[in-house]
């Protein structure tokens, strides 16, 4: 059975769901940039019911209420909310921009988490490279500019994207991103944080990363990056992209399972 819960944090209201029993430890899911907690539908329903699941929407994204420049951390909040669920350690899950933030909460918080899923992850502070920079910055200009529809588009085309646009799962992206407002594309409020690749030796807990041997370079070159760098991962590649959770929800739901289990 779902239930849903809000929790009030600081500057803004986070809307979430939790399934499964109360006892153990929680399997905490992030979603990444323009999505909402609703981009797991599908590994989410494939998920064992004896496993104790939470997910919500990151502050200014689908349903979570976020104040205009009002400066935050994605990772502060995980912590609000796992105190207000009673949730002592919780093994995270997070793609994409999700992964920089679980990341980034079991460098903050190793006592909080017990196991780390990272699934084509972001990092937080990462240098990005001057092509990823020249995308991005199209999508920015034409949000700033007023016009949702061209950065939509723009947002929709990226390389990241291709191989999920082909896939099944392509009008649920293609709905995720026309249903997102556009406002951290050009007007982000998150605190400024140094770069967590000097940290990845420190990564206490156990970690699963998953890529896509198809995935773009910039993403691609993180994955290598902690795997070369925190002691204890366990690397899958898949033959997909970026979007592995809708592009193989079966193999991705299976590996969380087996390793959050």
């Known amino acids: 059975m779902t239930r849903a819960f809000t929790v009030s944090v600081a500057g803004g209201l986070l809307h979430g769901e939790a399934r499964g029993p109360d006892a153990g430890d929680r399997i905490a899911f992030l979603h990444g940039m323009a999505g909402s ?14 496993l104790p699941l939470l997910r919500h929407d990151l502050r200014g994204f689908g349903r979570s209420l976020a104040e205009p420049g009002f400066a935050f951390s994605h990772a502060d909040d995980v912590l609000a909310l796992l105190d207000a669920r009673g949730v002592a350690r ?3 899950v997070g793609v994409s921009m999700g992964g920089a933030v679980a990341l980034n ?11 780390l899923v990272l699934v084509s992850p972001a990092v937080v502070g990462w240098e990005w490279s001057d092509a990823w920079k020249t995308l991005w910055r199209a999508v920015s200009r034409a949000a700033r500019a007023g016009d949702l529809a061209t950065a ?19 009008p649920e992206l293609r709905a995720e991103i026309e249903a997102y407002h556009g406002r951290q594309w050009f007007a982000d409020d998150q605190r400024p944080e140094l770069p967590d690749v000097e940290r990845l030796p420190e990564l206490a807990c156990p970690t699963l990363l998953l890529s896509g041997t198809h995935d773009v370079a910039d993403m691609r070159l993180i994955a ?3 795997a070369g760098s925190a002691p204890d991962v366990a690397r899958r590649d898949f033959a997909a ?18 390793f959050c289990a």
Do not use: Q, T, Y
Not at 105 to 115: G, I, K, M, S
Not at 248 to 257: K, L, R, Y
């Open 37 to 50: 907690a609703a981009d797991w539908n599908r590994v989410w329903a494939l998920m064992p019911d004896r």
């Open 90 to 92: 919780a093994s995270l």
């Open 105 to 115: 909460f079991a460098l903050n918080h190793p006592e909080r988490v017990a196991r």
């Open 152 to 170: 939509r588009a723009l947002w929709w085309r990226h390389p990241m994207f291709a191989r999920a646009r082909e896939s099944d799962a392509g």
């Open 224 to 226: 290598d990056v902690i």
């Open 241 to 258: 992209g970026h979007m592995l959770h809708l592009e193989c929800p079966g193999a991705v739901a299976e590996a969380i399972a087996g």
